[in-house]
């Protein structure tokens, strides 16, 4: 089982790496563009604050593109994913990176199918979208079973780790599902510790120990 938080804001990730219970940060153009600051200069903060991966998403158009991005984010951090987009130059420049040992993640995996020609390109992780997904009327949650069914009957040893997951439970229903993994955000994992009978068990614990005056 791993929990990533899923975020680039470095206030988010310091707080949420202090819990000790996370195996990294993943990111992605989206999260990066939104902190309104250069990339390298963003991941290498980020880097400072990790105990575990960090994984950066390659945006160039072609496979040795990607390859170059690759190996320019080796010098980055020191546990780098390396994030590929679905689609046959993404499987490109996985299968070379694989032959290099760096650990690459295909992102936007909307099938099955695209999760198996992922894992036979030798990726570490597959990513389908479980909020995505659900948003155009499918199900997530399906899609995410079928592909971790999968890679056990075809003795896969790639990871799945579900992303766009934004709800508490969620999280626990993918790991039930089969997943190996989980990225959500920085209030989804906050809600993960909170629970009212919580609040209210706590507050009476603590109102009788102002009570004995102790």
């Known amino acids: 089982m791993e929990l990533y938080i899923d975020t680039a804001d470095l206030k ?7 819990w000790g219970i996370l195996e990294g940060v993943t990111t992605n153009p989206s999260l990066i563009a939104r902190e309104k ?3 390298e200069e963003q991941i290498r903060d980020i880097a400072k604050e990790v105990q575990g991966k960090v994984w ?4 160039g158009a072609d496979a040795a593109a990607m390859v170059e991005e690759a190996r320019m984010f080796q010098s980055w ?16 420049a996985a299968s070379r990176l694989s032959k290099e040992g760096i650990e690459t993640n295909m ?4 099938s099955v199918g695209q999760a198996v020609l992922a894992a036979k390109a030798g990726v570490q992780y597959v990513s ?11 199900s997530g949650a399906n899609l995410i079973g079928d592909i971790a069914a999968a890679f056990s009957q075809l003795g896969l040893p790639t990871k799945v780790i579900a992303a766009s997951v934004r709800g508490p439970q969620q999280v626990l229903d993918m790991f039930r599902l089969g997943a190996h993994a989980v990225t959500t955000s920085y ?4 809600a993960m510790m909170k629970h009212p ?6 507050e009476g614990f603590m109102q009788d120990w102002r009570e004995a005056g102790l």
Request: a negative charge; proline letters at 5%; charged letters at 20%.
């Open 12 to 18: 988010q990730i310091k707080e949420a790496m202090s």
């Open 37 to 39: 600051r250069g990339f």
């Open 56 to 59: 950066c998403q390659a945006t």
């Open 77 to 92: 951090a020191t546990d780098v994913v390396v994030k590929l987009p679905m689609g046959a130059e993404g499987i490109k």
């Open 107 to 110: 992102t936007l995996v909307y």
């Open 128 to 138: 389908p979208y479980l909020g995505r997904v659900d948003d155009v009327a499918w």
């Open 187 to 190: 209030p989804v994992l906050v």
């Open 197 to 202: 009978m919580t609040d209210i068990g706590l």
